[in-house]
């Protein structure tokens, strides 16, 4: 089972970024997302259960879940966001995860 | 605060062992039902390698099934990671981490970079 990721996103600061992840089993699952600031970095949680913002993340991160597509939404993205984007979710049986292959995502 | 931490050789040579600790410190681990291993080969993506539940049921990545054994030790409140016949594509920062519930990685270890070299 895989999750299908754009390798690149790129925005000016105060535009919308969108993260798009794909998978067939997105319908029935959860979608997360995390982002990591430098590969070999903890990754940190930034959208759990497709739309909830954990506390400590900026509300302009949004979620969202709609056929079998999961979208990471960053309204008036920040030079700071600037990091790879992972989404992650379970195979439609629950038993195995699975993450996406991750976008980076470039404010300038 | 519970916190994470990893533990094992940074090296390894081609056809070894590959062995790592997470030590569970700042809380029990049994507060948590599964705890997780993930690694991140250098420049790639994040990639599941298995689960283990406190009471030691097991869930593994079907890639990795045939050459992991992963184990809990409850009294030294630390799980561990066993991965066989290890080639340079095992090359990789290893992670640890808590599932919060059944579904979210919500806490994780700073990673340990295992290289595999002869």
């Known amino acids: 089972y895989e999750l299908t990721q754009p390798p690149s996103v790129s925005v000016s600061p105060g535009q919308t970024a969108r993260i798009t992840c794909s998978g067939h089993a997105l319908p029935k699952k959860y979608a997360y997302w995390y982002q990591q600031r430098k590969s070999g970095q903890a990754p940190v949680l930034v959208i759990y259960e497709d739309t909830k913002r954990p506390s400590g993340i900026p509300d302009r991160f949004s979620g969202s879940n709609s056929g079998s597509t999961a979208t990471l939404t960053i309204t008036g993205a920040q030079v700071e966001d600037e990091a790879d984007y992972f989404c992650y979710s379970t195979d439609s049986t629950g038993n195995y995860r699975v993450f996406g292959g991750g976008t980076k995502l470039t404010v300038l | 605060q519970v916190q994470l931490q990893e533990s094992g050789p940074g090296l390894v040579k081609p056809s070894g062992t590959l062995s790592l600790t997470c030590e569970v410190s700042?809380?029990?681990?049994?507060?948590?039902?599964?705890w997780s291993w993930v690694r991140q080969a250098p420049g790639k993506g994040l990639e599941w390698i298995g689960d283990i539940y406190f009471g030691g049921s097991t869930n593994y990545n079907p890639s990795f099934k045939s050459r992991m054994t992963m184990s809990v030790d409850r009294p030294r409140n630390q799980f561990s990671l066993k991965l066989v016949s290890v080639t340079a594509a095992d090359t990789a920062v290893y992670f640890c981490?808590?599932?919060?519930?059944?579904?979210?990685?919500?806490?994780w270890g700073r990673g340990t970079l295992v290289t595999v070299s002869s």
């Open positions: 981490a808590r599932i919060k519930g059944v579904w979210e990685f919500d806490l």
């Open positions: 700042g809380g029990s681990i049994s507060s948590a039902d599964w």
